[in-house]
């Protein structure tokens, strides 16, 4: 795998001379279908008309490591189109998580990514922000014209993409504005698709709140509740971490077969200390 290129892309990143880098694409013509040519098709032919708008499912994580749970959420039908663009993106600013000694470093991360993606036909990218709303900005600048980003979340993930301390001034009235604009057509015309996880949520009152809170967006069909394999909605890349530390092998049923073999070449996760 090519590391070299990737610590230069994260170098390229770190310094803000970019914000978006592409790491891995499975075809040379991604995001479009490798069916349609490189070249401009004729303004106002079908084939135009097709390709002015496509649909990129992006599937934003930590992938510290990823999981079968990121597997199935990757895999998600994210719109009904002949594309099938599928983006699985890292930040090298994560809003809430810090590394902890033993954890994958950045190019580890992206190197499992890299694996996951050749499983699911997807595209591997960085970008340098923390928050959804400008992920989809620096997304759309970096895509060709007329991408249409559908964002694959667990529901963990959408309570903190509906929590206000995340939006300019930690308000409600802030959040509202940011979204509004990350949903309209007119703005970033962006979709989430959103699958029930069985895990620990930070509101106690668990998903009830959190589904009530993304009414608004549902009714508007900008965000849509689906489900994974009941299994899979427990795995999670904290446990697999916790297993490998207290030496539990059953965590290599939770990651794909590719990710095990990874995790034990470059022996992560251990404590080491």
């Not at 891995?24 to 013509?29: A, F, S």
């Not at 099938?84 to 809430?96: E, F, M, T, Y």
């Not at 997807?122 to 997304?139: R, T, W």
Request: hydrophobic share 45%.
């Amino acid at each position: 795998m090519a590391t070299d290129l990737i610590t230069t892309a994260l170098s390229r990143l770190k310094a803000g001379s970019t914000q978006v880098e592409f790491i891995h694409k499975p075809h040379i013509g991604w995001p479009h279908p490798p069916h349609i040519p490189h070249s401009l098709p004729a303004p106002g032919s079908p084939l135009a008309t097709a390709v002015s708008k496509y649909p990129v499912a992006v599937l934003d994580s930590s992938f510290n490591p990823p999981t079968l749970a990121h597997r199935a959420l990757a895999l998600l039908p994210a719109a009904s189109s002949a594309t099938d663009a599928r983006l699985l993106l890292l930040s090298v600013r994560n809003a809430d998580k810090v590394p902890y000694p033993g954890d994958a470093s950045l190019v580890q991360r992206v190197e499992m990514m890299v694996l996951l993606a050749r499983e699911v036909n997807a595209a591997v990218g960085l970008v340098d922000a923390p928050a959804f709303v400008h992920k989809a900005e620096l997304l759309r600048a970096a895509l060709p014209a007329g991408a249409q980003l559908t964002f694959l979340q667990g529901v963990d993930t959408l309570e903190r993409f509906l929590a206000p301390r995340y939006y300019g001034d930690g308000s409600t009235t802030a959040m509202h504005a940011a979204l509004r604009h990350f949903f309209a057509p007119d703005g970033n015309d962006s979709r989430v698709i959103c699958a029930r996880r069985t895990m620990e949520l930070v509101d106690p009152r668990g998903e009830t709140a959190i589904l009530e809170a993304a009414r608004e967006w549902v009714q508007a069909n900008r965000i849509n509740i689906t489900d994974i394999d009941n299994k899979l909605q427990t795995f999670s890349s904290s446990e697999v971490r916790a297993k490998v530390r207290a030496g539990d092998s059953s965590w290599r049923q939770m990651v794909p077969n590719g990710i095990v073999e990874y995790i034990e070449q470059h022996n992560l996760y251990l404590d080491l200390t």
